[in-house]
């Protein structure tokens, strides 16, 4: 089992829409949470950090539940500029071992 | 301005040639850094651990004779492919973290990535 799932889309929405895209993660050790995004043959861009309690930046909103291990990103009114590929991130911070596991994105298209 | 920079952006080689890829830090001394490897719709996987002024640390499965890594400076770490292969062909990032990497307060940078493929 991957340590971060998601479901790879893609999700084909309209201009305006509003898009959801979850990830589960498998590790207990997990300590923060981030969504980033990385648009085609580019490097991946930190979009926002998740929190326990929720955040919100502008269109995008992030929730993290713990008991389920699971993470949320709601993207609303989406643009053309949104289209892109968006990436589950947890680090994981045990001991002497931390690093970041990638999920392997979820692919968003958005059309006219 | 960009945090990372990796050079060189793009690489075509032969099989069996080695090729090296740099990494610099640009805003920051950074004495960790990371290198990640992409396969296509795949996610990244981190390979190694680059530490300055000592070995790295490769993660499991990852051959540390095949891709070399020096961290000589607290700005630069370099990866090598020896010896390439047509399924070394991927998409290489690496990165920096700027913080404590034992806390949780951090911030980590990634490189523009390096495109290799292997003829």
């Known amino acids: 089992r991957k340590e971060v799932e998601q479901d790879p889309g893609p999700f084909n929405v309209p201009e305006g829409a509003t898009v959801a895209f979850n990830c589960t993660y498998s590790n207990s050790a997990s300590q923060s949470f981030f969504w980033y995004r990385q648009d085609c043959r580019k490097e991946p861009k930190l979009l926002m950090s998740v929190y326990s309690s929720g955040n919100e930046d502008g269109r995008f909103t992030a929730q993290l539940n713990r008991a389920s291990q699971y993470i949320s990103l709601l993207i609303r009114d989406s643009k053309l500029s949104d289209s892109a590929t968006y990436l589950c991130?947890?680090?994981?911070?045990?001991?002497?071992?931390?690093?970041?596991?990638f999920g392997a994105g979820t692919r968003l298209a958005v059309h006219p | 301005g960009a945090v990372v920079s990796q050079h060189p952006s793009w690489v075509i080689c032969k099989s069996g040639t080695s090729v090296k890829i740099e990494c610099r830090s640009l805003?920051?001394?950074?004495?960790?850094m990371f290198w990640y490897r992409q396969f296509p719709k795949q996610s990244l996987m981190l390979m190694a651990t680059?530490?300055?002024?000592?070995?790295?640390?490769?993660e499991q499965g990852v051959e540390k004779d095949k891709f070399l890594i020096n961290h000589a400076s607290l700005t630069l770490s370099t990866l090598t492919v020896t010896s390439a292969h047509p399924e070394d062909s991927s998409f290489y990032i690496c990165?920096?973290?700027?913080?404590?990497?034992?806390?949780?307060?951090?911030?980590?940078?990634f490189g523009p990535g390096t495109r290799l493929t292997v003829t």
């Open positions: 991130v947890v680090f994981v911070f045990s001991g002497g071992y931390n690093k970041l596991i």
């Open positions: 805003d920051f001394q950074a004495t960790t």
């Open positions: 680059s530490n300055e002024g000592s070995k790295a640390t490769y």
């Open positions: 990165s920096v973290r700027r913080g404590n990497g034992a806390s949780l307060t951090y911030e980590q940078y």
